[in-house]
């Protein structure tokens, strides 16, 4: 059966690390975590963190997307210390978070001339909230307030959003700093949705200050982020693109520039569409030398499990019956195979991110929670004939945890509980009096629709399995 073998080759495939950092000596040893749970521990952890922000110190903050390693934008050594403490490459790009249209204008050489037109309504829209706008830092004239180099890694365009989460706004407000923030995690970790994955990654000997409590980021994901490219011919609107699906979909984006007027001249079937990295283009040049963060072909990986997709292919009609549908594995059948790929100590762990209905379909004999996120269950014996299976996988212990994606009919669930559930499952002890030993053996995600927000969800779910196609399996 070549779904065994691939499986295989799929789990065994070697995995690039992230480079290792330097951090400075004078680096602060331990992060502070700032609490914000009433009025007055808010105003002194905002207090606090502004403070330090504007000592060029690294700040972890909740956003509306995901948390943010947040540091000056104007500061060189402490843009500087957020690739050291995330382990990021230098050519990866840095966004800006700003609190407000005039702040966003004394980032750009042209202020109200750097701002195409095709924009206006999206800030309109989309501001605050998950949207990313890409600004050209071109012509002679010199921005009121110039972003450090490294923001940019050398390009010459400038990544900038403004945050809906009232916390973000308020400290950069307080600080008047533009902060540059990518996900305040390791780099190639999946970001983090909590102030406890933050301090994880980063609390200790990373070099960060303090992490201000916000409790659980709405999104789950981080913002989609949108390019602009001239018009050939003069007088016509140029384009969009979209370099990073995320919180705002591209069709929202498509109905916000057709309600302001915008690409009514076209013509075709893909009247005004916005074309998607990867889903309708691809480029050698953005490859090479991004122009955004997350377009890193290795990202969002967990550091202990490997992750693999699966999808799961309905049983035929009885109208319409289908001998070959015993071709196809079950879950059951993945699961066993990929136990030939394992090298740690029994018993085989294995995470299930599955939709509520898939879950279902599968028939769990029994359920144990853990957490109210993740249940051990155990399921039935595999249904597939024995004559359909190539080679007896090996008789090994197995224990699979379920962490539900949520309702597939419901992508936005799958955003939340994406990078929570890769981290919890990541992180979960082997045993429970073994906090050193991390970490399930493997984690079969399910794909969603390729729709609305479940474009972006599978964009970071691709990246998380390092590349790699899905598997089916048979319900």
Known sequence: MRTALRLLQQLK??????????????APASALLLPTSTPELRASSLATASSLLAESQLVAFPTETVYGLGASALSSSAVSS?????????????????????????????????????????????????????????????????VAPTVTAGLPSLAIRMPSHPLSLDLIRESNLPLAAPSANLSSRPSPTTAEHVRNDLGEGRGVAAILDGGECEVGLESTVVDFLKAEKEGEEGELRVLRAGGVSAEDLEDCLREAGFGAAKE???????????????????????TTPGMKYKHYSPSNARVVLVKP???????????????????????????????????????????SSTLASISPLSSEAITPSCNLITLPPTSTPP????????????????????????????????????????????????????????????????TGVGLAVMERARKAAGGAGEMSFRL
């Open 13 to 26: 495939s070697n995995i690039m690390s992230a480079p290792t950092p330097s951090i400075p000596s004078s």
């Open 268 to 290: 075709g079937e893909n009247a005004g569409r916005i074309k998607v990295y990867q889903r309708d283009f691809k480029s050698d040049s953005l490859a090479a030398k991004p």
């Open 313 to 355: 292919v309905p049983p035929p009609s009885p109208s319409a019956p289908n001998d070959d549908h015993f071709a196809t594995p079950s879950i059951q059948d993945l699961i066993a195979f990929s136990t030939f790929a394992s090298t740690s100590e029994p018993p085989y762990r294995v995470g299930l991110m599955l939709t």
């Open 387 to 450: 004559e359909d299976i190539p080679f007896p996988a090996p008789d090994v212990p197995t224990l699979l945890y379920s962490y539900e994606l949520g309702a597939k009919e419901r992508p936005a669930e799958a955003a939340q509980r994406l990078f929570a559930g890769l981290r919890y499952l990541d992180d979960l002890p082997r045993e429970e009096d073994d906090e050193e030993t991390k970490g399930v053996d493997l984690i079969l995600v399910e794909c969603v629709e390729e």
């Open 82 to 146: 957020i690739y050291a403490a995330k382990g990021r490459p230098a050519d990866n790009p840095l966004i800006v978070h700003v609190s407000s249209r005039e702040m966003l204008l004394d980032l750009l050489p042209g202020r109200e001339s750097s701002v195409p037109a095709l924009y206006e309504p999206l800030i309109k829209r989309f501001w605050p909230g998950a949207l990313t706008l890409i600004f050209p830092l071109e012509g002679e004239e010199k921005a009121q307030r110039e």
